[in-house]
C-alpha cells in the first residue's frame, strides 16, 4: 500500500483547509486510515481516523468539532476536512493505512499546513 498525502499550505487563523490521503496498490487490505500531525519540536500525535467501510470515526478531542474525516471507496481517497483553524494546528500532516487493529503500517510522506495568527 502507498499513501500520498496532499493539500497541505498556509493559511491564517480561522480558515478552512482539506487535506487528502490518496490510497494505491493493495487497498482491499485496508482497515482503517488515520490522520496525525507533528508539530516542530513536538512528538507526532494522532489527529483523527476512519475505518475504510466508512462507517466509525474517531478524532483528538484538539480538533473535536472543526476537523472532519471521510473517504470515497472509489477514488481510494481519504479526506481531512479542516475548519476553524488555529496557529496551534500547524504541522506536518500525514496519513497512515492500517490492515488491523493492531497498529498503522504503512505512512505518507507528509503534508505542512501552517497557520498564521
Known amino acids: 500500500v502507498q499513501l500520498q498525502a496532499s493539500g497541505g499550505g498556509l493559511v491564517q487563523a480561522g480558515d478552512s483547509l482539506r487535506l487528502s490521503c490518496a490510497a494505491s496498490?493493495?487497498?482491499?487490505?485496508?482497515?482503517?486510515t488515520g490522520w496525525f500531525r507533528q508539530a516542530p519540536g513536538k512528538e507526532r500525535e494522532f489527529v483523527a481516523r476512519?475505518?475504510?467501510?466508512?462507517?466509525?470515526?474517531m478524532y483528538a478531542d484538539s480538533v473535536k468539532g472543526r476537523f472532519t474525516i471521510s473517504g470515497d471507496n472509489a477514488k481510494n481517497t481519504v479526506y481531512l476536512q479542516m475548519n476553524n483553524l488555529k496557529p496551534e494546528d500547524t504541522a506536518v500532516y500525514y496519513c497512515a493505512a492500517a490492515l488491523d487493529d493492531l497498529g498503522y503500517n504503512y505512512w505518507g510522506q507528509g503534508t505542512l499546513v501552517t497557520v498564521s495568527s
Open positions: 476512519i475505518r475504510w467501510s466508512g462507517d466509525s470515526t
Open positions: 496498490g493493495r487497498t482491499f487490505s485496508i482497515y482503517r
